[in-house]
């Protein structure tokens, strides 16, 4: 969690700029080179974005159903959105179009899982970028960590390419996690299996998802651009260097860093994190509640003998 929060707050100065507008990676930090335009000046460094609030919604949620609800992470979004719920300082600087149009229509009274544009237009990474904690809480198979994947991106993201990409990314996330030694080829496997009863599923995945081009990698908000930037970004061996080159993709910066980042945190651990990063991340308490809590469910149980 602490690497997609990094990753999400270090990308924000440079979000909308084209790949060939940003400074050299080595200068890329929480505060961009004097006479860089940065995107969001009124927002401190080392703020995350809409991505990491959601994020943190998703897992505090979790934590306190027991269970995927929609209707709770629903009434979550909502109350990011109109209270800064889960944004650092309360301030939210940053709401997706799509996203912002399921939350309405939530407000309306819409069912959660209906709420979710379902258009081809409307696939952008709103839904992938949050669902991470998915992947760090649940502990069902692969096939429902799969469904709660999708069912959580249809609260604010309905069409079928979303929901699957979110589902790779939690498949890939817990591989990753169990030290596999292809992660994203044992991810993609895994869902083939899962979908193939399910032809429009598979047909999706098969000719929408898996045949994107690492060359046509922009870090663009297109969910699947933004999964296989991802992706290539982790081909690079440290932390530092995958977010790095996750943001030199320009353009959706904070979003492209965020959910790369969290799968090199969970590759390489807080250690490999730079620590100014980790020390000025803002915000940082709230997610370390959340994670404490969630280490605390996951622990084993001792209990006494009789």
């Known amino acids: 969690m602490i690497g997609l929060c990094v990753g999400d707050a270090l990308g924000v100065p440079y979000e909308f ?3 060939n ?11 961009p080179p004097d006479g860089f335009n940065r995107a969001h000046p009124g927002v401190q460094p080392g ?3 809409d991505d990491s609030a959601q994020a943190l919604c998703l897992l505090a949620s979790l934590l306190h159903c027991g269970k995927f609800d929609a209707s709770d992470l629903a009434m979550r979004l909502v109350n990011w959105r109109d209270s800064g719920y889960m944004a650092v300082d309360a301030k939210v600087f940053d709401v997706g179009i799509t996203t912002n149009r399921a939350l309405s229509r939530i407000r309306r009274g819409f069912d959660p899982l209906e709420a979710g544009p379902s258009a081809e237009s409307d696939n952008g990474n709103g839904s992938l970028m949050r669902v991470l904690p998915l992947a760090l809480w649940h502990k069902g198979t692969d096939g429902e960590l799969a469904r709660d994947a999708r069912l959580q991106s249809r609260v604010t993201h309905g069409h079928l390419r979303s929901q699957l990409c979110c589902a790779l ?10 030290n596999s030694p292809s992660p994203w080829d044992m991810a993609v496997a895994s869902l083939r299996e899962i979908v193939a009863s399910e032809i429009p599923a598979l047909a999706e995945l098969e000719s929408s998802i898996l045949t994107f081009k690492p060359e046509s990698a922009g870090g ?4 699947v651009d933004c999964l296989m930037s991802s992706r290539c970004a982790m081909q690079q061996m440290s932390y530092k260097d ?3 080159t996750a943001i030199a993709f320009g353009n959706d910066t904070d979003t492209t860093a965020c ?3 969290g799968i090199a945190g969970l590759r390489g651990g807080l250690s490999e994190i730079p620590l100014h990063w980790q020390e000025r991340l803002r ?5 370390e509640e959340l994670t404490n809590a969630l280490l605390a469910r996951s622990a084993p149980q001792v209990h006494p003998k009789h």
Not at 220 to 223: F, T
Not at 283 to 287: A, D, E, H, Q, S
């Open 220 to 223: 663009s908000g297109y969910v």
């Open 283 to 287: 915000g940082r308490n709230i997610v």
């Open 21 to 31: 507008e940003l400074p050299p990676q080595e200068d890329i930090e929480y505060s």
């Open 242 to 244: 995958v977010v790095l």
């Open 259 to 261: 959910v790369a980042g």
């Open 47 to 49: 703020t995350w974005s």
């Open 17 to 19: 700029h084209a790949a």
């Open 169 to 178: 990314y939690c498949l890939w996330a817990r591989r990753t996690l169990e």
